[in-house]
């Protein structure tokens, strides 16, 4: 994720997507999907200050479901994400040195319960572990936990909506709490739309192996500093909105692969010292970048 949240990352990388596809009865008690991502965002000038960044991640998510019977289903999200940061005089939102770090990561564990009540309505559930920092940062310092609810209803066969409340902790700040809508739209046979952690994206099947997607998010990750760092158990905050467009291919209902492009129209770091206070925060430009995932399902 990712990390991120996650994968994974801040809580957004961490929040699972609306589960209908999880809500229906499966064909088999269990399923496992793995995703192999690799991502980087090419260098983004800073707005208020000198100084520029680009971002190197890789991420690697595995998502275990079971069928304990056709109503109910448990499922485990684990996400594992490290982002290698290159930072170039940016003293603006680093005072005193233009360069506080180099790598984090992230590890996310998410829990989830689904229970389908009739053919309209369904109920989902679980919890929100996160751990993210620096290779040495405190572990207790870097963890971050919560819990999200909803419900789903289908308005048809091919629509259905869904509502999710989420609440989590954060790194010295306070308790983060968002109500999430969400969307599943069969438009056509080949074109749907539909809410994907908090994002949208537009998919399109061009043929037996192919897809393209439309797609954009809001991301937020968050790191603890170690102590040794510039930013003694500090916390450095990354808010990013990537919009792009994927075209996957699958040769099969076990294995894809997707090539993704795009550009990160907006990003902010925010950092703070080790209380939660403020230190100093800037914008970057729009930047592009690339991606590629690797997916096996069974």
Do not use: C, H
């Not at 989902?124 to 609810?149: M, R, Y």
Request: charged residues 20%; without cysteine; aromatic residues 10%.
């Amino acid at each position: 994720m990712i990390a991120s949240l996650v994968p994974l990352a801040a809580l957004v990388s961490l929040l699972p997507a609306t589960p209908a596809d999880d809500l229906a009865a499966p064909t088999s008690p269990w399923n496992t999907r793995i995703e192999l991502r690799g991502t980087e965002i090419f260098k983004a000038d800073l707005r208020d200050g000198p100084g520029s960044s680009s971002v190197t991640r890789v991420g690697l998510d595995v998502n275990i479901g079971y069928a304990v019977s056709p109503k109910l289903r448990l499922g485990i999200d684990v996400d594992t994400e490290g982002s290698y940061y290159s930072f170039k005089n940016a003293t603006g939102i680093f005072p005193g040195t233009g360069k506080p770090f180099n790598d984090v990561y992230s590890s996310s564990i998410t829990p989830i319960v689904s229970y389908v009540i009739d053919e309209e309505w369904s109920i989902f559930g679980g919890g929100l572990l996160n751990f993210a920092g620096e290779p040495e940062a405190d572990i207790g310092d870097s963890f971050t936990g919560g819990g999200f609810f909803g419900a789903r209803y289908a308005l048809s066969e091919t629509l259905s909506i869904s509502l999710q409340f989420i609440a989590a902790s954060r790194l010295e700040d306070d308790l983060l709490f968002i109500v999430a809508p969400g969307v599943q739209w069969q438009i056509t046979p080949t074109v749907s739309l539909a809410t994907e952690k908090l994002g949208l994206r537009l998919k399109a099947k061009l043929n037996e192996s192919w897809t393209a997607s439309l797609y954009g998010s809001y991301e937020s990750r968050e790191y603890r500093m170690d102590d040794d760092s510039p930013l003694p158990s500090g916390i450095v905050r990354d808010r990013s909105v990537p919009v792009g467009v994927d075209f996957t291919y699958s040769p099969s209902k076990n294995f894809g692969i997707s090539l993704r492009g795009g550009a990160v129209v907006y990003q902010k770091f925010k950092v703070d010292d080790s209380s939660g206070d403020r230190v100093s925060e800037d914008n970057t430009k729009p930047a592009p970048f690339v991606g590629l995932a690797v997916t096996f399902s069974f």
